[in-house]
């Protein structure tokens, strides 16, 4: 997905063709969703895969993406969303998803963003993969009501220096 992602945001002045095709991850496009920002701090879910909804068990569409954590869990990744918004590069949540039983599964949730506003040039819409790192019979057919968050990875925004090579002659 992250492949995708950079083809989609290459040069558009080039003459190749860089959109993402379902037929590239045929396993991955059930997963897809996409979210937007609003002007009250939500991120809303626009779309989402069957499969999202199917593991999360509601239609998504109009609900907030931000409701899918709770306290501290729910400010970080509010933070990471509003990192990879202002650094234009994709971040990556990795934590556990619960039942209301109690069944545990690990989950992975991608972010990357999809358009840049014509104000301020920040990114209004990401791209998202939810991901189980299996464990899904786990779950014994049940949803996931609640999410905790393990690790953040915020986008990578190193620049690459200019690199000054010396060199010295000794043949004067």
Do not use: C
Not at 116 to 132: I, N
């Amino acid at each position: 997905m992250l492949e995708a992602w950079k083809r989609m945001n290459v040069d558009p002045a080039s003459q190749e063709d860089h959109t993402p095709r379902a037929n590239d991850h045929p396993d991955l496009i059930t997963n897809i969703f996409m979210i937007q920002s609003t002007d009250d701090g939500a991120w809303i879910f626009r779309t989402a895969g069957d499969g999202v909804s199917q593991l999360l068990g509601r239609a998504l569409p109009n609900h907030d993406f931000l409701n899918l954590w709770t306290g501290p869990d729910r400010s970080m990744v509010s933070g990471l969303l509003d990192a990879v918004r202002a650094d234009g590069a994709p971040g990556v949540i990795r934590g556990r998803g619960e039942t209301l039983t109690g069944q545990r599964v690990e989950v992975e949730v991608t972010l990357m963003p999809l358009a840049q506003s014509s104000v301020g040039g920040s990114s209004t819409r990401f791209l998202g993969l939810y991901q189980t790192l299996g464990g899904i019979p786990m779950l014994k057919g049940r949803p996931i009501w609640r999410h905790r968050v393990a690790m953040l990875v915020p986008p990578d925004t190193r620049r690459i220096e200019p690199a000054l090579k010396l060199v010295a002659s000794n043949a004067i």
